[in-house]
T-cell receptor, first 111, second 114 residues
Framework: EDKVVQSPLSLVVHEGDTVTLNCSYE??????LLWYKQEKKAPTFLFML????IEKKSGRLSSILDKKELFSILNITATQTGDSAVYLC???????????FGQGTELSVKP | GAGVSQSPSNKVTEKGKDVELRCDPI?????LYWYRQSLGQGLEFLIY????????KSGLPSDRFSAERTGGSVSTLTIQRTQQEDSAVYLC????????????FGSGTRLTVV
């Protein structure tokens, strides 16, 4: 069965901490990997990763893909309470365009 | 429109009734997707429409679920004879042409079957 596995499932940190979220996937029909932030209902797009070893960065968030080891990480530095959310990782299939999502990591940032 | 619009935002229905959920994608987006998110779970793919091609229905959980997309724009997801396990948030997303471009999600419909 094709799977995307995220870890940890939940994480509690304090403001200012740095966190690393993990996502591993199966290589079958892999095209790209996406990261989303979900605060209420609608996931909002963070990054799309297609090439290995190239870091994508947006403010305090950054992400990188390792296509040899089949995983990606999402880093958040100097966390803020507004970073509290569920972070979802998803694999794009090579054909058709459907996404396979991981279970998500629930991040809680305490003041 | 400016974003993906879904209606209703919340729906409570009795077990056994049929429901229709609507999605208005971003204007010009030819790809449209339906996902389901049960409590505490990740998103589960249901169905994918791309232009005039036959939809990818591989994620529909049973024959009680169906979806159509009229005129390449608005889509309706229909659940017949609803069951309690159908309770979830149903999310719609659209993208410009497919997987090479970012997906934009709607705010979802929270369906509760009582």
């Amino acid at each position: 069965e094709d799977k995307v596995v995220q870890s940890p499932l939940s994480l509690v940190v304090h403001e200012g901490d740095t966190v690393t979220l993990n996502c591993s996937y199966e290589v079958t029909n892999f095209r790209s990997l996406l990261w989303y932030k979900q605060e209420k209902k609608a996931p909002t797009f963070l990054f799309m990763l297609t090439s290995s070893g190239i870091e994508k960065k947006s403010g305090r968030l950054s992400s990188i893909l390792d296509k040899k080891e089949l995983f990606s990480i999402l880093n958040i530095t100097a966390t803020q309470t507004g970073d509290s959310a569920v972070y979802l990782c998803a694999k794009i299939y090579n054909q058709g365009g459907k996404l396979i999502f991981g279970q998500g990591t629930e991040l809680s940032v305490k003041p | 429109g400016a974003g993906v619009s879904q209606s209703p935002s919340n729906k409570v229905t009795e077990k056994g009734k049929d429901v229709e959920l609507r999605c208005d994608p971003i204007s010009g987006h030819t790809a449209l997707y339906w996902y389901r998110q049960s409590l505490g779970q990740g998103l589960e793919f249901l169905i994918y429409f791309q232009g005039n091609s036959a939809p990818d229905k591989s994620g529909l959980p049973s024959d009680r679920f169906s979806a159509e997309r009229t005129g390449g724009s608005v889509s309706t997801l229909t659940i017949q004879r609803t069951q309690q396990e159908d309770s979830a948030v149903y999310l719609c997303a659209s993208s410009l042409t497919g997987p090479r471009y970012g997906y934009t999600f709607g705010s979802g419909t929270r369906l509760t079957v009582v």
